[in-house]
T-cell receptor, first 110, second 114 residues
Framework: DAKTTQPPSMDCAEGRAANLPCNHSTISGNEYVYWYRQIHSQGPQYIIHGLKNNETNEMASLIITEDRKSSTLILPHATLRDTAVYYCIVASGSARQLTFGSGTQLTVLP | DAGITQSPRYKITETGRQVTLMCHQTWSHSYMFWYRQDLGHGLRLIYYSAAADITDKGEVPDGYVVSRSKTENFPLTLESATRSQTSVYFC?????????????FGNGTRLTVT
């Protein structure tokens, strides 16, 4: 699986959009981009995933660049409960071995 | 909608004891996984299962045993616990093994081996 690079930490004001970047310059054509988050002492929570096109669900939007070398997770209206570590992962293969890196600690400030 | 549940939530055991961590999912997902999470190592795959009676090793399988007699259950057994197995253990499931099938995680079991 391709390696990802994320900033170690970010702050966001409550009610504002949180934009979390991820670089995956070595991604291959069959690898999906996944985003998970982990709130302290809980299991990782699936947020969204995509291959080429931008995706949106009830939690977030995923913007993938045309060359697929980077992506951005957008939480449109961040709340205090969105404070968590956010992991960007690229995944392929049938075994679904996800490699969780260090992630980005997002802190939503009141 | 119970989803995926793990038990116990916390467990303390002594070195050399056998301990079993339970995982149950209500989605009838084909794939199930066991991960451990340690500071500095992130999440590491221990074992996974593609279906009932089919299991395979992950990155760190030594010292662990799994079974999957029913689709919904995937217990993880530490046959003789060691201090290095102190960790937080997460069970996960996915509908299929395809790359576009997300994993859904339980809330974990925090295991301490004394």
């Amino acid at each position: 699986d391709a390696k990802t690079t994320q900033p170690p930490s970010m702050d966001c004001a409550e009610g504002r959009a949180a934009n979390l970047p991820c670089n995956h310059s070595t991604i291959s054509g069959n690898e999906y981009v996944y985003w998970y988050r982990q709130i302290h002492s809980q299991g990782p929570q699936y947020i969204i995933h995509g291959l080429k096109n931008n995706e949106t669900n009830e939690m977030a939007s995923l913007i993938i660049t045309e060359d697929r070398k980077s992506s951005t997770l957008i939480l449109p209206h961040a709340t205090l409960r969105d404070t968590a570590v956010y992991y960007c992962i690229v995944a392929s293969g049938s075994a679904r071995q996800l490699t969780f890196g260090s992630g980005t600690q997002l802190t939503v400030l009141p | 909608d119970a989803g995926i549940t793990q038990s116990p939530r916390y467990k303390i055991t002594e070195t050399g004891r056998q301990v079993t961590l339970m995982c149950h999912q209500t989605w009838s997902h084909s794939y199930m996984f066991w991960y451990r999470q340690d500071l500095g190592h992130g999440l590491r795959l221990i074992y996974y299962s593609a279906a009932a009676d089919i299991t395979d090793k992950g990155e760190v399988p030594d010292g662990y045993v799994v079974s999957r007699s029913k689709t919904e259950n995937f217990p993880l057994t530490l046959e003789s616990a060691t201090r290095s197995q102190t960790s937080v253990y997460f069970c996960a499931s996915s509908e299929t093994g395809a790359p576009n099938s997300p994993l859904h995680f339980g809330n974990g079991t925090r295991l301490t081996v004394t």
